[in-house]
C-alpha cells in the first residue's frame, strides 16, 4: 500500500509533459466567450431595469410636482410681487399696517367704537347753511389736526407697542374730538336761535 513518494512524482511530471488534446484550446475560448456574454448581458440588463424603474420614479416625481402646483390651494402674493408674480418694484418703503386701541384689548376696542360712533353720529346731526359754514369749517379744521395726530399716535403704538401713555393719549384725542363736537352742536344751537330770535333795538 505504501508507495514511494519518487515514483508518484515521476508519473506525474510525465502526465504534465505530455500535450494536451488537439482543439481542446479552441473549445476552452469557444466555452469562455459564450459564458461571457451571457454574464454581460446580465450586468447590463440589470443596468437597464435599474434606469427603467429611476425614469419611472422621475416621472413620478414630476407628475405629482405638476398636480400640486396645478390643483393646489393659490396662495397670497408674496410681497413686492404682483398677482402673477411678478417682482414690482416698491414706490415707497412699505409700512407695516397700523394699529388701534382694538388691537390692544377688547375693552379699548368697545371704548374706542363708542367714541367713533358719537363722534360720527354728531357729524351726521349737524345740519350746515351758508350762515354757519364758516363756523363748521373752522370746527373741521380743529377736527382734522386731531385725526392726523391720532393717526401719529396710532404709528406710535404700531412701532413702540401699547403702553400706558399712548393708550391715554388715543382716548383723549377721541373724548376731545367728541367733546368739540358738543360744543359745535351748542354754538351753532345758540346762531340758529338768535337768527330765529333777533333781539329788537
Known sequence: MAQDIRKLFEDDQKLS???????????????????????EDNTSGFRFNFMKIAASMVIFLGLAYGAVTFFGDEKPPVKGTNPDGIVTKPSEKEEPEMKSLRDVSPDLKKIEDYYLANINFEL?????????????????????????EYQLLSKELTEDGPNERTVDALINNLKLRLNLLYRLKEQLKSLNDSEMNPVSS
Open 17 to 39: 509533459k505530455e500535450r494536451m488534446p488537439q482543439g481542446h484550446e479552441a473549445r476552452f475560448l469557444k466555452r469562455l466567450d459564450e459564458a461571457l456574454p451571457e454574464a
Open 124 to 148: 351726521s346731526k349737524i345740519k350746515l347753511t351758508p350762515e354757519n359754514k364758516e363756523l363748521f369749517d373752522s370746527y373741521v379744521e380743529r377736527l382734522d389736526e386731531l385725526n392726523e
